[in-house]
């Protein structure tokens, strides 16, 4: 297919990057792009860094390549509904736009504080949109005589070390034993946790928050053990809930884990069949991974976004058998507390950890993960020079620890890792 019509259901990253690839792969028909926000694609990872310090303005983060784009933008009008039938995606404001083919990248949502009267208080925020970063960025100009974050993965460290660089008190709790315990496991994730002590930061592991209490504004928040904290500003980072809610009645296979597709990003329908003209790719994309022995997973990564929307474009123009499965391996990288950590792979399900490059005491290291016997994921942190050479080993499944007996490595020593227990099918 090089002609017709083709609609982008989410114009962010993985929605222009998969326009971008249909444009250079050939497509020279009508195409459109439809997004939720009034912003043309905007590039995610500044907002919780350089966005809240004031290095970069919120409106400086649009990503490169949208102006030569040729497509028809249709921004701040969400999509509503989808008419499988009828070819047409239904929009909120009660337009109809028809297709021929459509790609579903409408991403995620942060997850918002579960008790709404209390998400409300003047000065509680989460972070996810510009207009988030935005919010957030004028609340820390105002000097907040204490923030509290909620959650200790990657957006609520990166967010709590932008804070403790602009010199703020900064309190960050979170039920798990340590800050990217889900991502990363105790073991590294306790290397973090001494990072964001020795910057300051106040970190209640173990805990929870029970309620946030104020009049109009957020004054403090109560714990579990009857404890309070203090605080004017709150950021509720509890991690994402995929926008597939629009999609409801549509008889496709959506749910708040994401839009299930198969390896050539077709979304599938409500009995695992795949719809020949409707395709997925990003965030909200949920697709069988070879690396998980073929379990569905959706990744929140920039690099899939990219990857996984040109995957997508290509099986949209050339058909699936085209592309074969989509088998990318994860990738994804965070800066925070002066520590660069870059990860491949999949850490899920992991049952081993070794320190095979570095020294957590030097403050650089790699950290290989393995199941069963077999690599699955590395982590660098401050050494990503180590990293590329460990993508071969996770896509094989090469015995684990790979790359042993250098002459500047430590010798390895296999630890639990600390993650939590893997998800059942």
């Known amino acids: 297919m090089r002609d017709g ?69 249709r921004l701040g009008t969400p999509a509503a509904g989808l008419d499988r039938a009828g070819r047409a995606l239904l929009l909120a404001d009660g337009g109809r736009v028809p297709f021929d083919r459509l790609l579903i990248a409408t991403g995620a949502r942060a997850r918002a504080w579960p008790a709404p009267e209390e998400a409300r208080l003047s000065g509680v925020h989460t972070l996810r949109s510009r207009d988030d970063a935005a919010a957030l960025a004028a609340g820390l100009a105002a000097r907040p005589r204490r923030v509290l974050i909620l959650g200790a993965g990657f957006i609520g460290c990166e967010v709590a070390s932008s804070i403790r660089s602009l ?52 004054r403090r928040a109560r ?73 569905p997973v959706a990744l929140e990564h920039w690099g899939n976004a990219v990857a996984q929307a040109a995957h997508a474009a290509r099986a949209m123009l050339d058909g699936p058998d085209s592309v074969g499965p989509y088998a990318e391996v994860p990738a994804f990288w965070s800066n925070q507390f002066g ?5 491949l792979g999949l850490t899920e399900g992991a049952d081993a950890v070794a320190i095979v490059q570095g020294s957590p005491r030097a403050g650089r290291f790699l950290a290989a993960y393995g199941r069963a016997g077999r690599t699955v994921a590395a982590v660098s942190v401050n050494a990503g020079r180590w990293l590329p050479a460990y993508e071969g080993p996770i896509r094989d499944g090469a015995p684990f620890p790979p790359i042993t007996g250098g002459a500047d490595q430590p010798r390895p020593e296999s630890v639990p890792p600390g993650l939590p227990a893997p998800k059942v099918a």
Request: charged letters at 20%.
């Open 223 to 295: 714990l579990e053990d009857g404890g309070t904290v203090e605080a004017d500003l709150v950021v509720v980072a509890l991690g994402a809930v995929r926008n597939t809610g629009w999609l409801a009645g549509a008889g496709l296979d959506a749910d708040e884990g994401g839009l299930s597709c198969d390896g050539a990003c077709r979304a599938l329908d409500g009995e695992g069949h795949p719809v020949p003209d409707i395709f997925a790719a990003g965030d909200v994309a949920r697709f069988p991974h070879p690396l998980l022995g073929n379990r």
């Open 167 to 218: 010199g703020l008190p900064v309190t960050v709790v979170d039920p798990a034993p340590a800050p990217l315990a889900q991502a990363l496991g105790r073991v590294i994730g306790g290397f973090v946790a001494g990072r964001m002590v020795a910057a300051g930061v106040d970190l209640r592991l173990g805990m929870r928050v029970t309620r946030l209490e104020g009049d109009r504004a957020v």
């Open 5 to 73: 019509t083709i609609v982008v259901a989410g114009a962010s990253l993985a929605g222009l990057r998969g326009a971008e690839a249909l444009r250079t792969n050939g497509f020279s028909g009508r195409l459109i792009l439809v997004g939720d926000e009034p912003h043309r694609p905007y590039d995610r990872p500044p907002l919780s860094k350089h966005v809240l310090t004031g290095e970069i303005p919120p409106g400086a983060t649009t990503l490169p390549g949208v102006g030569t784009l040729r497509a028809e933008w």
């Open 339 to 343: 520590l660069t950590i870059k990860s």
